[in-house]
Every structure is written in C-alpha cells, then in structure tokens.
C-alpha cells in the first residue's frame, strides 16, 4: 500500500480573509484537495431584505474591503436595470474612472505585497523592501495613486461614499480632475516599468491541456476593455446577458467551505469549473486593450493568450498599465454631466448585472417592491466561483513538483492559491437558503 | 479617553515593540487602511516589528505582543475563545473599525426576527457554530482604545500608532460630523437642503466627506459620546418630513449595535408597537 502524504496549511497568508489549505496526495496522485474557507458568513442577502433600494450601494459595500466599488457598481446597474434606466455617457465615463481606481489600488495590492514575495522568497513586502527598497516604493506609489483615483471620485478609498443609485451624489468638476491626471501620467510611467519588472520573475512551469484546459469567462463589450457592462462570454462559446446568468451557473455547498462553489450547470462534475478574472479578462479581449498596453505587452513577448496562472501576476500588470491609460482618456475627454444623478421612481421591479472586479465576475440580481424595498438579493463574488478552479490547479500541479521537499511543495501550493488573489471575505457574504436534513 | 487607558498608553517603550494585527469577523477593510498607508509602512515598520499579520505576511511570530490591533467582530465561538486568547497576550490591545468596536453591519442579525433564520437551523454543523449575535470585541475582553469608523480612516490609525510609540494619549477628537463640516467649510445639507444627516449624532473621524459630496451623514463612523439621538429622531420627522423607515435604516446600518444607535432604533419600533 502507497503512504499518503499531507500538505497542511492552517492560516493562509497574503490573501485577504480566512482559509486553510488540506491536500492528500501519494505517488499515484493527488486523493483530496480542500481550499478550507473557515470565515464566518455574515449573511448580507440576509439584512438586504426589507432594505431601501438606493442602500443597496452602501451596504453591499462592505462585503469587501478591497474591492467595494466592484460591489456598488453591481449593485447600482443592477438596479438600475430593474427601474429600465439608463444614466448618461458621462457618468458612464465617471463610473468607469471609479473602476480604473480600483483595479489599480487592488491589482497592485497584490502584484507587489501579497504575489511577488512569493516569487522571490520573501515573507511580506516589508521584508522584500530591505533587499529591493525602490522597487516596494514604485509599487506603493503606484498604489497610492490608484487609491487617490477613488478618494476623489468616491469621497475615500475604502467604501466610497458617493455612489448613487443613477449616477453620483456628486460630480467633480473638470478643475478637480486636472491635479490627479498628472499624477496619472507618473503612474502610467511606473505601470510601465511594473510590467517590465514582473515578466522578469522566475515563473514555474505549469499547462492544463485538454481536457483540462481552463474554460474561461468574462465580460465582453464590443467597444471597450470589459468594466461595467457587456455580455458573458466564455472561452468555449458562451455568448449570454446578465439576467441568463442564474440559468448557466448554479453554487453548490461543499462540506469544507463556508463558501459556496460555482459551477456550469448540466455538467459533469469532473468538466464543470471555470475561471474567472485578469487572465479570463485578457484572454477573451485582448483586442480592446489599449495600443499602449499592447505595444508594451509585445515588448516583454507575452503572448495574447495566458495559461499559466503563475503568470497571473503579468496580466494584472497589464490591466494596471491599462486602467492609468484609461483613466487619462476619461479625464481628457471628460465632461461634467448635467446632473450628477437621475432621479429614480421605485416600481416593484428585477435586476440583474455582472461587473468585473478585479478579481472577476461579479453578479447582483436584486427585487424590490413598488415601496423601493428589496424582496430578494443575490450575490455571487469572483472568489467563488474560481475557487473550484484553484483546487483543479493544485490537483494537476502536484504530479509534476512531487521531487520538491515538502515545505517547497507546500509554498508552491500556496503560491499556487494566490495566483487567483482569492478574496475569501467576499465569498462568505452569502446566506445560506437551502435547508438540508439534519443526519 | 480614560485615565487608565491614558496610564496604558504611558508605558515603558521598547527598543522595538512587537506589532500584530488580528482578524475577526470583517470585511479586511480597516486592516487594509495600514497597507494603505503607502507613505508611512515602510517607515512605520522600522520602529515596530510587524510581528503577526496574516494579510500581509507569512512570517508568524509567537507572542507575547506590545500591541494588538484588532479588526472585525464575534460571530462564532471559535472566535470568542481567540480574542481571550489573545488579550492574555497582548499589552496593550485596540480595536478598528465599526465590525470590532460596536459588532458591524453583521449585527444586523441582533435585530432579526427569529424567524427569518428558521432556515439556519437544518443548516449544517458550521453554520450552528454561528452565533446568533456579532458583538463588539469589548463584550468579551477589556479594550485599551477603540478607533471606530467604517472604515477608519488611515490618518487616525497613524495618529494612534505614532502616540503609542512616542507613549502618549491619541489625539482622536470626539466631536460630532457637524464639527467636521465647520472645520472643512461646508455648508449644512440639513439646514440648507433639507437633506436628513447623522451628522449631528456621529462621531468624527471621516472629515464630513457626505455633506462634501452632497448628502447626508449615515453614520458609518457610529455614535458620538451622549448623542441626543431622540432630538435629531424629532427633527427628521417634524422638519424633514422623513419617515420611521428612513429613521430605522440610519440608526440600523454599520453601527446597528452601538448601544447609543441601538435604544434608539428600538424606540422606533416600540412606538410601532404601541400604535397597534
């Protein structure tokens, strides 16, 4: 009989909430892989119902530290397509300026303080800045400027106050706007040198071929790098709107997480997982990138397609690249809207919306009644649904490292979960409504 | 301020005083402020060993520490045991953020009608380990200096941090929103507009940046010290027209079980109550 071997981690570092990582393996293969999400759930579907519908933005908010302007953005087009409404262009531009300050104070948050020491054998960022001190500098500096993209338009980094439903309370002026464009222009010069920096890394060898290749999904839109509108598509042909969501994924609960797994319905278990953000992103709109962002991206070689999630960390510097050089076209082409919001009527009415957080897809679908109160909330955060993929990739990852000694195997599994940027306090937002026998 | 937590702050210094940075129920977001300090980490770490925090690293040093920051609430009873766990280890402990100080937006469920969580008890096993109340990490262990806000604002977490090194009381005032309009020039939403604003009953800390953007305060910062919520409650209705909905969903949000927002909010339904 083969001996069993076990990789254990109790605490995860470097990701944003609570988990825990157990995987059995032998020399045949790999037995049992759990991403153990042990965060309590907080039940926000739960106290959504009876709640004003213009909260919604707030209160969603604190799912996540790290990324609320994802949660209010899919929160106010989501009802937003429940009213029939549609803001103007401009506030269109605005709310994806919001974004771009999200992606870069996120993406960033990760690429330099919870991704790169993994690379390069350090503990934290802090430690990593004793041997490469400009480097950490450069990648806080970035992130200070992706933060002040969001105190500005939203009133703080950390849950902005000024998302409204049908726009914003209030719109900046074009003066207020010119100061942070020239911080922008630094910003873009320092993504640039980012990107070049991260394709440098010692990157480990890892292909999922078929049939095991990822299945990608993403937002796409036909005129733009995918934010906060367009259709879901996936790598093998998916081509739906927000609202058919609920019909093509389901989550299901699995015994070890406090999060629920997300799943393509109709398949089968072994061919149901899918991958969602930065490399799912890219891959299905590499076309709508911006020329800069392309022409550095052939510079460093980096194919238009990505399928090695250790070089996550390269795409994410590259939507970085992007989102300054997005920032920079709203801000030259920007417009103060009329009025910073449209009023809104409540009407008992559904919406539904998916966004694309940094860290992937985000799905709201809200009902309220003709009061304006929410009937029913649903939220499925990016995290969940890669989290199916990540225990894939540790399945099919071990096989090839099994020479590594075990605490080499254990950091590569771990570094391995971080290619995802798991945000484990998004995925237990959720209220559990299935009721299940009690043994 | 207490005097004691005046006499706590006052402490012999070390040469490098271990830092760690604790998690509880929460979003991330009070922690993330100190990684969002991109100005001062650096330097922050060179006076103090970032001794315990998981976010940002994976070296874990044992305690004891000098000093523990804490974020998020009580929801389990795994976690009611960890917070004893670590006030035995800690010197000096403060907790950020409205999740740690008062239990968060997840202390909605303190209000919640037994019913709507029927469902919770078929749930499996962990759910049941779920306790039916978020409360604040004063509830369970003593608490040297509380930084409330949600989220805190970072300026305010490197002012407590810089008193603690420099071992002197945190200059954290404890005034209302309002104060904060006058100090940045406002002009009051309320009076002006007629827009309904926490402002009035909420303590400082964010810089009034509601009324900046045009609406009203809703309190995520929780409650100044002796509010008088029942005259600001008054005035929304008699002045401002607004109903007890609109009421309940102010004194009902982040801060839902500050004790201050909490008797008032239960006023509300009490009178709803009576009425029937």
């Given at each position: 009989?083969?001996?069993?071997?076990?990789i254990?981690?109790?605490y995860?570092?470097r990701?944003?909430?609570?988990?825990?990582?157990?995987?059995?393996?032998?020399?045949?293969?790999?037995?049992?892989?759990?991403?153990?999400?042990?965060?309590?759930p907080?039940?926000?579907?739960?106290?959504?119902?009876?709640?004003?519908?213009?909260?919604?933005?707030?209160?969603?908010?604190?799912?996540?530290?790290?990324?609320?302007?994802?949660?209010?953005?899919?929160?106010v087009?989501?009802?937003?397509?429940?009213?029939?409404?549609?803001?103007?262009?401009?506030?269109?531009?605005?709310?994806?300026?919001?974004?771009?300050?999200?992606w870069?104070?996120?993406?960033?948050?990760?690429?330099?303080?919870?991704?790169?020491?993994?690379?390069?054998?350090?503990?934290?960022?802090?430690?990593?800045?004793?041997?490469?001190?400009?480097?950490?500098?450069?990648?806080?500096?970035?992130?200070?400027?992706?933060?002040?993209?969001?105190?500005?338009?939203?009133?703080?980094e950390?849950?902005?106050?000024?998302?409204?439903?049908?726009?914003?309370?209030?719109?900046?002026?074009?003066?207020?706007?010119?100061?942070?464009?020239?911080?922008?222009?630094?910003?873009?010069?320092?993504?640039?040198?980012?990107?070049?920096?991260?394709?440098?890394?010692?990157?480990?060898?890892?292909?999922?071929?078929?049939?095991f290749?990822?299945?990608?999904?993403?937002?796409?839109?036909?005129?733009?790098?995918?934010?906060?509108?367009?259709?879901?598509?996936?790598?093998?042909?998916?081509?739906?709107?927000?609202?058919?969501?609920?019909?093509?994924?389901?989550?299901?609960?699995?015994?070890?997480?406090?999060?629920?797994?997300s799943?393509?319905?109709?398949?089968?278990k072994?061919?149901?997982?899918?991958?969602?953000?930065?490399?799912?992103?890219y891959?299905?709109?590499?076309e709508?990138l911006?020329?800069?962002?392309?022409?550095?991206?052939?510079?460093?070689?980096?194919?238009?397609?990505?399928?090695?999630?250790?070089?996550?960390?390269?795409?994410?510097?590259?939507?970085?690249?992007?989102?300054?050089?997005?920032a920079?076209?709203?801000?030259?082409?920007?417009?103060?809207?009329?009025a910073?919001?449209?009023?809104?009527?409540?009407?008992?009415?559904?919406?539904?919306?998916?966004?694309?957080?940094?860290?992937?897809?985000?799905?709201?679908?809200?009902?309220?009644?003709?009061?304006?109160?929410?009937?029913?909330?649903?939220?499925?955060?990016?995290?969940?649904?890669?989290?199916?993929?990540?225990?894939?990739?540790?399945r099919?990852?071990?096989?090839?490292?099994?020479?590594?000694?075990?605490?080499?195997?254990?950091?590569?599994?771990?570094?391995?979960?971080?290619?995802?940027?798991?945000?484990?306090?998004?995925?237990?937002?959720?209220?559990?409504?299935?009721?299940?026998?009690?043994? | 301020?207490?005097?004691?937590?005046?006499?706590?702050?006052?402490?012999?210094?070390?040469?490098?005083?271990?830092?760690?940075?604790?998690?509880?129920?929460?979003?991330?977001?009070?922690?993330?402020?100190?990684?969002?300090?991109?100005?001062?980490?650096?330097?922050?770490?060179?006076?103090?060993?970032?001794?315990?925090?998981?976010?940002?690293?994976?070296?874990?040093?044992?305690?004891?520490?000098?000093?523990?920051?804490?974020?998020?609430?009580?929801?389990?009873?795994?976690?009611?045991?960890?917070?004893?766990?670590?006030?035995?280890?800690?010197?000096?402990?403060?907790?950020?953020?409205?999740?740690?100080?008062?239990?968060?937006?997840?202390?909605?469920?303190?209000?919640?009608?037994?019913?709507?969580?029927?469902?919770?008890?078929?749930?499996?096993?962990?759910?049941?380990?779920?306790?039916?109340?978020?409360?604040?990490?004063?509830?369970?262990?003593?608490?040297?200096?509380?930084?409330?806000?949600?989220?805190i604002?970072?300026?305010?977490?490197?002012?407590?941090?810089?008193?603690?090194?420099?071992?002197?009381?945190p200059?954290?005032?404890?005034?209302?929103?309002c104060?904060?309009?006058?100090?940045?020039?406002?002009?009051?939403?309320?009076?002006?507009?007629?827009?309904?604003?926490?402002?009035?009953?909420?303590?400082?800390?964010?810089?009034?940046?509601?009324?900046?953007?045009?609406r009203?305060?809703?309190?995520?910062?929780?409650?100044k010290?002796n509010?008088?919520?029942?005259?600001?409650?008054?005035?929304?209705?008699t002045?401002?027209?607004?109903?007890?909905?609109?009421?309940?969903?102010?004194?009902?949000?982040?801060?839902?079980?500050?004790?201050?927002?909490?008797?008032?909010?239960?006023?509300?339904?009490?009178?709803?109550?009576?009425?029937?």
């Amino acid at each position: 009989m083969k001996k069993s071997k076990i990789i254990k981690v109790d605490y995860l570092a470097r990701v944003e909430g609570e988990g825990a990582l157990y995987i059995r393996y032998d020399e045949a293969g790999v037995d049992d892989v759990q991403l153990k999400i042990f965060e309590p759930p907080r039940f926000f579907e739960a106290f959504l119902r009876g709640r004003d519908y213009l909260e919604a933005p707030d209160i969603t908010a604190r799912i996540c530290g790290i990324c609320p302007v994802a949660y209010q953005m899919s929160a106010v087009h989501a009802i937003e397509n429940a009213l029939r409404i549609t803001p103007a262009n401009e506030i269109r531009e605005l709310r994806r300026l919001l974004y771009c300050g999200e992606w870069i104070e996120s993406h960033v948050l990760h690429i330099y303080m919870l991704h790169a020491p993994d690379f390069l054998g350090y503990d934290s960022a802090v430690a990593m800045a004793k041997d490469y001190p400009q480097i950490v500098q450069r990648g806080l500096q970035i992130k200070k400027i992706g933060n002040a993209i969001v105190s500005l338009i939203g009133g703080r980094e950390i849950h902005p106050i000024n998302v409204r439903v049908g726009g914003f309370y209030r719109a900046p002026t074009g003066s207020e706007l010119q100061p942070l464009r020239e911080e922008l222009l630094k910003g873009r010069e320092l993504a640039i040198a980012s990107v070049h920096w991260v394709a440098k890394l010692p990157f480990p060898q890892f292909k999922r071929d078929a049939p095991f290749a990822y299945e990608f999904i993403a937002l796409s839109h036909p005129d733009e790098y995918p934010m906060n509108e367009g259709r879901i598509i996936s790598s093998t042909g998916l081509n739906i709107n927000a609202q058919q969501y609920e019909e093509y994924f389901a989550e299901e609960h699995v015994s070890h997480s406090n999060a629920l797994h997300s799943i393509i319905k109709g398949r089968k278990k072994d061919n149901d997982a899918y991958l969602v953000g930065p490399m799912a992103r890219y891959n299905l709109n590499y076309e709508r990138l911006s020329p800069l962002t392309k022409k550095v991206a052939e510079e460093i070689g980096f194919p238009r397609f990505c399928d090695n999630p250790f070089q996550s960390i390269i795409v994410r510097s590259l939507e970085v690249l992007y989102a300054f050089d997005e920032a920079i076209r709203i801000i030259d082409n920007y417009q103060r809207p009329e009025a910073p919001y449209l009023e809104t009527q409540p009407t008992a009415a559904t919406g539904y919306a998916v966004t694309e957080a940094p860290r992937g897809l985000l799905y709201h679908h809200y009902s309220m009644d003709d009061q304006g109160k929410i009937s029913d909330a649903k939220i499925v955060a990016p995290t969940s649904q890669n989290q199916k993929t990540i225990e894939n990739d540790l399945r099919y990852l071990i096989p090839h490292y099994m020479h590594l000694d075990e605490d080499k195997l254990r950091s590569m599994c771990e570094q391995a979960i971080r290619n995802y940027d798991p945000c484990i306090s998004c995925a237990t937002h959720f209220l559990k409504i299935h009721k299940e026998k009690k043994e | 301020m207490t005097g004691s937590t005046e006499r706590r702050f006052n402490h012999p210094m070390k040469k490098m005083p271990k830092l760690a940075v604790w998690k509880f129920t929460s979003c991330d977001g009070c922690q993330l402020s100190l990684l969002d300090c991109e100005d001062e980490l650096l330097l922050l770490a060179e006076q103090i060993d970032i001794a315990y925090f998981m976010e940002a690293s994976s070296r874990q040093i044992d305690g004891p520490y000098d000093l523990s920051i804490v974020e998020g609430s009580i929801t389990t009873t795994d976690e009611a045991e960890r917070i004893q766990q670590i006030r035995q280890q800690s010197q000096i402990l403060i907790t950020i953020g409205a999740c740690a100080s008062s239990g968060g937006i997840q202390a909605l469920r303190n209000f919640a009608d037994v019913k709507e969580f029927t469902s919770l008890i078929y749930a499996k096993p962990e759910y049941i380990a779920t306790l039916k109340t978020s409360s604040a990490i004063s509830d369970h262990v003593q608490v040297d200096f509380v930084l409330q806000g949600c989220p805190i604002n970072k300026t305010q977490l490197l002012e407590v941090l810089s008193a603690y090194l420099n071992q002197r009381k945190p200059q954290i005032p404890a005034h209302s929103v309002c104060m904060e309009c006058k100090l940045r020039g406002n002009i009051c939403v309320m009076v002006a507009h007629g827009t309904p604003c926490m402002g009035p009953v909420t303590h400082a800390g964010c810089g009034a940046i509601c009324p900046a953007y045009n609406r009203g305060c809703y309190g995520c910062f929780g409650p100044k010290e002796n509010p008088n919520s029942a005259s600001l409650s008054h005035w929304w209705q008699t002045e401002l027209g607004s109903d007890k909905a609109t009421l309940l969903e102010n004194f009902r949000n982040m801060n839902a079980a500050a004790p201050a927002f909490a008797t008032q909010s239960l006023k509300f339904i009490e009178a709803d109550h009576e009425k029937k």
